[in-house]
């Protein structure tokens, strides 16, 4: 496989301005007649006077143009593609192929998840479903027809407006649907069920009405308010924010049951992996509801960012996704609580991203090549693409942002466009030079801040002293100075903020936050009128994704955690703190536990003052592969012994602050998802955890009871998990009971196969194992294959990273097995091994065996060839 290149993007050299596609469905055989209107594209530069349409196992049946039908010697047809040979400037061209939706296990075009037909084109499907100019810069208005037997089938879906409806003779019936906006055909959706539709309406600020329809299978109508009412707020909040209002008559999201991934933002049409649809108090949990909030809204939000304007290539794919992230990741904030929401962000962006961007497959935010492009939906893509548009938004301000917003979308409306035009618009609105900034977009890698402060009591002076350094990364050996925005404030010794006041400045500047910007490999910044030494507080708010070296002493943490301005950095100091703790206990497993941290900890814990989530948040310890991140060298065993002795030190030293913690949170009456109720559950559930932890008896009466007597799946799995991980017949008995309640609930089943995946015990391997042969296991669902294998690799480090190789040795059969099935998904988990080079050398030698033994096979798929090859490097 050859990778493509950003550097050799040429226009297309023909357009396509009208599509209409008549589909006769048929899961085994479907019929697609696509009629085209194509012109030479003034603008490209002329080639051989042929033209060449992307199509991927279609079954040709017939070719015309202009309505004459045309032999095989006027044209050529490989695996790829349909040649015409010689083409006039404009010209309709008929195609006719057949498909096989049932044979379709990669879940890619066109293909059947349980008793319905459903597609999926981002990023290169539709070419698997007919002869087409498959690439985003290539916009059409789309009219589609679909034919299908009318009791298999009652509901037939498309993008746009349904204008024509009737029966056909022989059972079937026919639905006609119209979309007048322009768009790519990586946009392109149709569905055909026996589905039931939720309904409801939305006027828009202008006054339009639009009907709103949530399809299901009909058995999961109970669960689709949640989802609905998230949609209505994105709607508002979105005229609100962003002055976007939509613009069809009806916006539809479909739940199915087998997704690649989270969701699609398929013109008028979200077709979504049920996951992020369906919850009911009793089926999801708290993280679950979250989870539709952002995931409804995040593909709302793509109508303006993503289809209105969409990317030129696919090599600008975070224009869309980096800023519908970003999109994404505000709604929450106001939907729920700003400073829990960006702490947990900030989470996943350590946790995922800074790896990946450490690592062999590290890309810029606008990557300059790939061999698949599927495997570039990723961390980088996605979490600091939306960094990058944050820091944008940061320097402009609130309103000059959002002039550059509305800049953006009336100049590029009905364009695919790059993000550097996203970055002129930021820079017209603004009269900034972004010229700087523009290398996080192009520069891989975490650029790591080393800060060095220096005193000087007698003229009341205080430097900071700025060094930023940013790692190689593969293909980029020298990295220039990044454009930084660096968020501070300086704390006095009550706690309270003092002015930040540069030595050339000439007036007073008020106490608070101030941010500086830096520009070079060094910088220095010398404040003066300091009465005290202040402890500073950096990178407030988490301003831009680096990483920081400043040597705090652990008073200066208890202190900053203490009394810090910004909750940011009240959390981000006691992270600081714990994983100072942790990795002096991997270091030395005999080393004390100073007693002022059990004083900072209880203190913390007993805060009513405080928000629950955050107190939550707080007192949550780092992740165990989080630590192993800050390791020169993971060790796996070591991290997970202290991780285990810090939590039973907890849970023995504070047990009764814990269990009154515990009680006093219990939920008082039905479920309600409000940032306050899920702040008590998870501050309730935190507690019983460290109680459990210190094997505290009346704990685990209290797990069980709350297995047994909560209505809230919230509670219910915070329960099971202490249980499980517990062992023992109540361990047991919990998941036998838990499968009887819930064995028909597929998204509910998923976790009585994640909770067992992910337990430390040390017999889960075998146990994953044997659960991968049981009945509910499926490899061709992917949110089945996701809760247990993926559970395993990406969530249980202890028991994966064993040292026998058997967590290895087991995803590469995995990986083997989904390859020729499913390559997304088999790519997808594959990555879960590629950081062997952060381990011992054992380990090392046994995980670069694995991949080796994949990347041997002849077939793989490009998705698996590119990740294992780079891999390996
Ligand atoms: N745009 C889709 C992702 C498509 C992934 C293709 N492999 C969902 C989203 O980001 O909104
Ligand atoms: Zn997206």
Request: a negative charge; charged letters at 25%.
């Amino acid at each position: 496989p050859h990778p493509v290149f950003l550097r050799d993007y040429q226009p297309p050299e023909f357009l396509i301005d009208r599509v209409d596609l008549r589909f006769e469905l048929d899961p085994e055989r479907t019929s697609v007649e696509a009629r085209l209107q194509v012109r030479r594209n003034p603008a490209a530069t002329r080639g051989d006077g042929s033209l060449r349409l992307h199509g991927e196992q279609l079954d040709l049946e017939q070719v015309s143009m202009n309505d004459r039908l045309l032999t095989p010697a006027d044209y050529r047809v490989d695996a790829e593609s349909l040649t015409l040979l010689r083409v006039p400037d404009r010209f309709g061209l008929m195609t006719r192929v057949r498909i096989h939706p049932s044979l379709n296990t990669a879940l890619e075009g066109l293909y059947q998840s349980g008793d319905m037909l459903c597609t999926q084109c981002e990023a290169e499907g539709f070419r698997r479903i007919t002869y087409f100019l498959d690439r985003p810069d290539v916009m059409a208005c789309y009219g589609t027809t679909l034919v299908a037997d009318r009791r298999r089938f009652p509901v037939l879906l498309s993008n746009g407006n349904r204008v024509e409806s009737r029966d056909l003779p022989d059972g079937r019936h026919l639905v006609r649907w119209e979309d007048p906006f322009p768009k790519p055909s990586y946009l392109f959706a149709l569905i055909a069920g026996d589905l039931s539709a939720v309904e409801d309406g939305y006027t828009t600020a202008s006054g339009r009405a639009v009907e709103l329809k949530i399809y299901v299978e009909p058995h999961n109508l109970d669960k689709c308010d949640h989802a609905m009412r998230s949609l209505k707020k994105a709607m508002r909040w979105d005229e609100e924010r962003f002055g976007r209002e939509y613009d069809l008559d009806v916006f539809m999201i479909v739940a199915v049951s087998h997704f690649n991934m989270g969701a699609m933002e398929n013109k008028g049409l979200n077709v979504f992996n049920d996951k992020y649809v369906l919850a009911r108090p009793d089926t999801a949990t708290d993280a679950d509801f979250e989870g539709i909030e952002g995931v409804i809204a995040h593909e709302y939000f793509h109508n303006w960012t993503g289809n209105r304007i969409t990317c030129r290539d696919w090599f600008q794919l975070s224009l869309k996704e980096g800023f519908t992230v970003y999109r994404d990741q505000e709604f929450s904030a106001d939907m729920g609580s700003r400073g829990v929401k960006r702490i947990n962000d900030v989470r996943l962006l350590r946790a995922h991203q800074f790896p990946e961007d450490g690592g062999p497959m590290a890309h810029p935010v606008r990557p300059e090549s790939y061999i698949e492009i599927n495997n570039f939906y990723t961390a980088t893509v996605y979490q600091k693409g939306a960094e990058v548009v944050r820091m944008q938004a940061n320097l402009l301000g609130p309103e000059r942002f959002r002039q550059a917003t509305d800049l953006y979308f009336e100049r590029h409306d009905g364009q695919a466009v790059t993000t550097d035009d996203f970055v002129r618009c930021m820079e017209a609105a603004s009269g900034r030079d972004l010229g700087q900034f523009r290398r996080w977009y192009d520069q891989a890698g975490t650029p790591e801040l080393s800060i060095q402060a220096d005193d000087d009591a007698d003229d009341g002076t205080y430097t900071l002293t700025i060094r930023q350094h940013t790692p190689p990364t593969p293909g980029q050996p020298v990295k220039m100075p990044f454009h930084i925005p660096l968020a501070i404030g300086l704390l006095g010794p009550d706690g309270q903020d003092l002015p930040t006041r540069l030595a050339d400045e000439p007036s007073a500047t008020a106490p608070g936050t101030r941010v500086l910007e830096l520009r070079e490999a060094e910088q220095r910044f010398r404040f003066t009128g300091l009465p005290v030494r202040p402890v500073p507080s950096l990178l407030r708010g988490f301003p831009a994704p680096v990483k920081l070296r400043f040597a705090y002493s652990d008073d200066e943490l208890l202190f900053l955690m203490a009394h810090d301005s910004d909750g940011f950095n009240r959390w981000d100091a006691a992270q600081t703190l714990l994983q100072r703790l942790l990795l002096a206990l991997v270091a030395d497993p005999e080393v004390g536990i100073p007693d002022q941290f059990f004083a900072a900890f209880r203190r913390a814990l007993l805060d009513s003052s405080s928000d629950r989530a955050l107190l939550a948040e707080v007192l949550t310890l780092p992740s165990e592969s989080y630590l192993g991140d800050q390791m020169e060298v993971v060790d796996i065993d070591g991290i997970h012994h202290a991780h285990t002795m810090l939590g039973r030190h907890i849970g023995e030293r504070l047990g009764e602050d814990l269990l009154r913690v515990y009680r006093d949170n219990g939920e008082t009456g039905p479920y309600v998802f409000t940032p306050q109720a899920s702040g008590r559950r998870a501050l309730k559930n935190l507690a019983l955890g460290y109680l459990m932890w210190a094997g505290d008896a009346r704990a685990l009466g209290d797990c069980q009871s709350q297995f047994a007597a909560a209505h809230n799946m919230t509670d219910v799995m915070a329960a099971l998990r202490l249980l499980v991980d517990h062992g023992g017949a109540e361990g047991a008995q919990a998941l036998d009971e838990f499968y009887r309640r819930w064995s028909r609930e597929s998204l509910v089943l998923d976790k009585w196969f994640s909770v067992q995946a992910t337990s430390p015990r040390p017999d889960t391997l075998a146990r994953v194992i044997q659960l991968m042969g049981h009945s509910d296991f499926s490899l061709r669902n992917p949110n089945r294959v996701r809760s247990l294998v993926g559970a395993f690799c990406n969530a249980n480090p202890v028991r994966f990273h064993a040292a026998n190789g058997g967590g290895y040795r087991f995803l590469a059969d995995c990986v083997l097995e989904l390859d020729p099935l499913n390559p997304q998904i088999a790519s997808r988990l594959l990555k879960a091994m590629i950081h062997w080079r952060r381990f011992d050398h054992d380990r090392q030698t046994l995980m670069r065996a694995e991949i080796a033994r994949i990347l041997a096979i002849e077939e793989l798929s490009k998705d698996a060839f590119e990740v294992a090859s780079k891999a390996l490097e």
